[in-house]
């Protein structure tokens, strides 16, 4: 059994049992005591949380509030539904609510001068049976200001979060930082989505969306990239070649019992093929 799949196991088996122990409210939701830095491109704090309270001052995309409560209070804007928060910054001299649209997904995502923010733009469902589309964008801000931006969209039900960012992008010659969004469901049999984000020192550049499907000990399909050294999860290896090179790789496994009912056969294949790089963004092989 694959490191991989082991992996898969784990997640889906810890997936079953929270949803069995709680229901996901949010897409995302921050705590007491996070430190979380700013979305939007400006944004008002307000003195109660709803958009008709008065605005207390603007905060710009980068800097960094403390949550100190999580409000009873949620709105939706633009499709997607969070809660207010309570946040205090400027050594606890200034409070106020901010909507939990507005503020990162990430926290302290930092690489020279660059701080890197992401966060939902908006959410649509077409009809009742339709799963909920969502809009989600990375930022590189230096100085309050945004200096780039790579958008990607998502159907999910799910929660959503970012890997720990890994600076070197695991030896990606030309690139300094990659971060991973993570999105999908908390139950078993249902997709898992990976965005990979790559940043050079001036720009970022996305790679498709992999997707992560599995169903218990009977079937899985794993899109990943392999760069030219591994992930810091032993399951995502390195080619350790060509420095200027990515792979995306598939995946796959699957049991099937056999018709004289004296057991199963596992089938199992992976397949990776080289990423193309046509001087805007990054091309996955068909």
């Known amino acids: 059994m694959t490191h991989l799949f082991r992996h898969i196991l784990f997640l889906c088996f810890f997936f079953c049992l929270s949803v069995l122990s709680a229901q996901q409210t949010y897409l995302f939701q921050w705590n007491p005591n996070d430190t979380v830095a700013v979305f939007g491109d400006k944004i008002n704090v307000r003195s109660q949380p709803s958009t008709d309270a008065t605005a207390v001052t603007q905060l710009v995309a980068g800097d960094e509030v403390i949550i100190e409560e999580v409000s009873t209070q949620s709105s939706t804007l633009n499709g997607v539904t969070l809660p207010w928060y309570k946040v205090h910054w400027n050594n606890k001299k200034s409070s106020g609510f901010v909507w939990g649209g507005l503020l990162s997904i990430m926290s302290r995502a930092v ?94 550049s996305a790679l498709p969306v992999c997707k992560t499907e599995s169903d218990g000990g009977d079937f899985y399909h794993a899109e990943y990239y392999v760069f030219p050294q591994e992930g810091p999860d032993e399951s995502r290896p390195g080619h350790y070649g060509d420095e200027s090179q990515v792979f995306f790789s598939v995946e796959q496994h699957e049991r099937e019992d056999r018709e004289d009912n004296t057991g199963w056969d596992e089938n199992r294949s992976v397949r990776a093929r080289l990423m193309r790089w046509d001087g805007k963004q990054w091309i996955k092989p068909k």
């Open 111 to 204: 690489s020279s001068d660059t701080r890197f923010v992401a966060g939902v733009l908006k959410s649509v469902k077409k009809s009742a049976n339709d799963i909920r589309e969502y809009s989600f964008e990375i930022r590189a801000v230096r100085k309050g200001e945004v200096s780039g931006k790579v958008t990607t969209t998502i159907q999910t039900e799910g929660s959503v979060y970012l890997r720990q960012i890994e600076h070197g992008a695991r030896d990606l010659k030309g690139y300094s930082t990659l971060m991973i969004l993570a999105i999908g469901y908390e139950t078993c049999g249902n997709p898992l989505h990976e965005w990979y984000v790559l940043w050079n020192g001036s720009q970022l």
